[in-house]
C-alpha cells in the first residue's frame, strides 16, 4: 500500500514522499531509516480534511496534451510516462503514473493498464485508446480526444458563463429582500405599533410577517439553513442521477433546446469513436455508459435494432434520436461511408444552433429579470412608507 508522508529532514526542510508499505508502521519505520522526523502519514488514496478513502482526479486533457506532445518529440509511451511520472508532484497522483508504468514495463497494453484504474480512467477514454492500438496511432487518437472534449468544455462554459450574471442578480436581490423583510420591516413595525393609527391592508399584512420575523428570528434562519442543505443534496441528487435533463425538459421552450444539446453529445461522442476506427456497435456500447439514463434507454433500443439489419438513421428516427436536418445529414453518411464525419458535422451544426438560442434567450431574460428584483424591491420599500404618506396626508 503506498502512503503520502510529510516529514523533515535534518536541513529542517520539508520534504513530500510517497512510500510503498505494508502497512502504516512499516511506512513508519521506512520513514525513520531515511533519517527524516515524521510530521504527517496518510494513505495515498485518503482524504486530508475527512480521512475518507477518495481517488485522485487526474485531468485528463491536460494528461493527453502532455503525453501528446512527448510522444510527437519522439518518445516511446514508456519513456513519455517516465518523463510525465518525475515533474509530476501531486503525491496523489504519481501512484496513478507509477501504476501505468509497471503495467507496461510487465508486458500490458496501453488500454489494459489503464482499465486496471477505472475511477481514474472512463470507459469513452479507454475505447479512445483501444482504438488506437489497433490503428498504431496513438497520438492522433489524443488529438481526437482533446479536440473532442475542448469542443464539449466550450459549449459547457458557454452555458456557465451565461448563467452567472443572472444568478449573481438573483442572489443579490435575494439578499437584499431577506435584509429587508428580516431586519428593516420589523422596526418599522415597532414604530408603526405604537402610532395607533390605521394602516394599509397591504402594509399591515406585511408588517405583521415583520413582528414575526422579529420574534422567531433564530427560527427562520434555521429554516434558511436547512433549506440550503437540502438544495445542495438536491443538486448533487439530480447530478448523481442525471435528472437535470430531464427536469429542465419538461419547461416549455427548454425542453426540446435540451434534447438538441444531448443529441450534440451523443453525435459528437460517437463520431469520435467511428473516426478512430471503433466499430459502430461496440461504439454504441461505451457510449451508453456515459450519457442521461434517457438516452441510454433509446440509444440501447436503436442498437437493438441496427443488430437486426436496420440502418443507422431510421433507427435513431424511430428513437427519436435525430432531427429532419440530422437525418438527411446520416443517410448521407449512410451512403457515402463515412458515417463518423458526418456525425461530427451534425454535432457541429447543433453547438451552433445552441449557442444562437442562448444567445438570444439571455438577451431577454436578463432585462426581463432585473424588472422583477426591481419590483419585488420596490413593493417592499413603497408599502414600508405608504403609512408615512398617509400621514403626511392628513397634516
Not at 511506512?27 to 522526523?37: D, G, I, K, P, Y
Amino acid at each position: 500500500m503506498k502512503y503520502a508522508v510529510r516529514a523533515l529532514a535534518a536541513d529542517r526542510t520539508f520534504a513530500n514522499l510517497v512510500v510503498e508499505a505494508a502497512d502504516e508502521q512499516d511506512a513508519r519505520r521506512q520513514v525513520s531509516e531515511r533519517n527524516l522526523f515524521l510530521t504527517d502519514i496518510r494513505a495515498a488514496d485518503s482524504n486530508w480534511l475527512t480521512g475518507r478513502s477518495r481517488r485522485p482526479r487526474l485531468p485528463l486533457v491536460l494528461f493527453s496534451q502532455e503525453l501528446l506532445a512527448l510522444l510527437q518529440a519522439g518518445l516511446g509511451i514508456v519513456e513519455a510516462l517516465e518523463a510525465l511520472l518525475e515533474k509530476e508532484e501531486n503525491p496523489l497522483l504519481r501512484p496513478v503514473l507509477a501504476q501505468l508504468l509497471d503495467g507496461l514495463r510487465n508486458g500490458k497494453r496501453l488500454s489494459l493498464a489503464m482499465a486496471e484504474q477505472p475511477d481514474i480512467f472512463p470507459p469513452l477514454y479507454l475505447g479512445v485508446v483501444r482504438a488506437a492500438e489497433g490503428t498504431s496511432d496513438l497520438p492522433r487518437s489524443l488529438q481526437r480526444f482533446v479536440d473532442y472534449q475542448q469542443r464539449i468544455d466550450q459549449v459547457r462554459n458557454k452555458v456557465v458563463s451565461a448563467a452567472i450574471y443572472p444568478a449573481i442578480l438573483i442572489g443579490v436581490g435575494g439578499m437584499v429582500s431577506l435584509f429587508l423583510l428580516a431586519y428593516v420591516v420589523p422596526r418599522f413595525a415597532e414604530v408603526y405599533k405604537g402610532a395607533g393609527r390605521e394602516l394599509p391592508w397591504m402594509s399591515a399584512l406585511m408588517l405583521s410577517w415583520g413582528e414575526f420575523a422579529g420574534q422567531h428570528t433564530s427560527a427562520l434562519l434555521g429554516g434558511l439553513a436547512a433549506m440550503a442543505v437540502a438544495l445542495v443534496l438536491a443538486w448533487q441528487h439530480f447530478q448523481r442521477n442525471g435528472g437535470w435533463g430531464a427536469l429542465l425538459g419538461r419547461i416549455p421552450g427548454v425542453g426540446e433546446r435540451v434534447r438538441i444539446y444531448e443529441l450534440s453529445r451523443l453525435y459528437l461522442t460517437l463520431g469520435m469513436l467511428l473516426e478512430g476506427g471503433i466499430p459502430l456497435i461496440p461504439a454504441m456500447q461505451t457510449i451508453a455508459q456515459v450519457v442521461p439514463p434517457a438516452v441510454r434507454e433509446r440509444l440501447q433500443q436503436a442498437q437493438a435494432q441496427i443488430e437486426t439489419g436496420v440502418p443507422l438513421s431510421q433507427a435513431f428516427l424511430a428513437q427519436r434520436l435525430t432531427t429532419s436536418i440530422s437525418l438527411r445529414m446520416l443517410a448521407v453518411g449512410e451512403r457515402s461511408g463515412d458515417m463518423g464525419a458526418m456525425l461530427t458535422q451534425s454535432a457541429a451544426f447543433y453547438d451552433g444552433e445552441i449557442t444562437r438560442w442562448i444567445d438570444r434567450f439571455m438577451r431577454s431574460f436578463e432585462p426581463l429579470l432585473m424588472t422583477v428584483i426591481g419590483l419585488v424591491v420596490g413593493v417592499i420599500v413603497v408599502l414600508l412608507y405608504m403609512p408615512i404618506f398617509d400621514l403626511a396626508g392628513s397634516f
